[in-house]
């Protein structure tokens, strides 16, 4: 198993950065899809992000792409995520997650779309991006 805890997250004007970080322990030795997802009041939990640990391949959704970075530090065994040009609509709780096994990270996009293949999460942090 892999336990996952966040930090960062908080307020920020539209247009500012703001930046997450999602610490594992646990079975860090194996591979695994780390994915970040956000959730907005009265809206189902998307992903916007994921890499895949085997190859560090990333991917991210056009809503995302171009203003935020997925990254991951192995010798610290964290995962960032790092938000720029930040939209009043980026506002959600943010939550990572992981994905546990072996895959094709051609598949990356697909995989962030099943929810229910992610069993590890974190606590979730809020993030609020005022006009």
């Known amino acids: 198993q892999v336990q996952l805890m966040q930090s960062g997250g908080g307020s920020v004007q539209a247009g500012g950065s703001l930046r997450l970080s999602c610490a594992a322990s646990?079975?860090?030795?194996?591979?695994?899809?780390m994915g970040w997802f956000r959730q907005a009041p009265g809206k189902e939990r998307e992903g916007v992000t994921a890499?895949?640990?085997?190859?560090?391949?990333?991917y991210y959704e056009d809503s995302v792409r171009g203003r935020f970075t997925i990254s991951q530090d192995n010798a610290k065994n964290t995962l960032y995520l790092q938000m720029n040009s930040l939209k009043p609509e980026d506002t959600a709780m943010y939550y990572c997650?992981?994905?546990?096994?072996?895959?094709?990270?051609?598949?990356?996009?697909?995989?962030?779309?099943?929810?229910?293949?992610?069993?590890?999460w974190g606590q979730g942090t809020q993030v609020i991006v005022s006009s």
């Open positions: 997650a992981a994905a546990k096994g072996t895959f094709n990270s051609e598949t990356l996009g697909w995989k962030l779309r099943d929810v229910q293949l992610f069993t590890y």
């Open positions: 890499i895949y640990t085997g190859d560090s391949v990333t």
């Open positions: 646990g079975d860090t030795s194996s591979t695994y899809i």
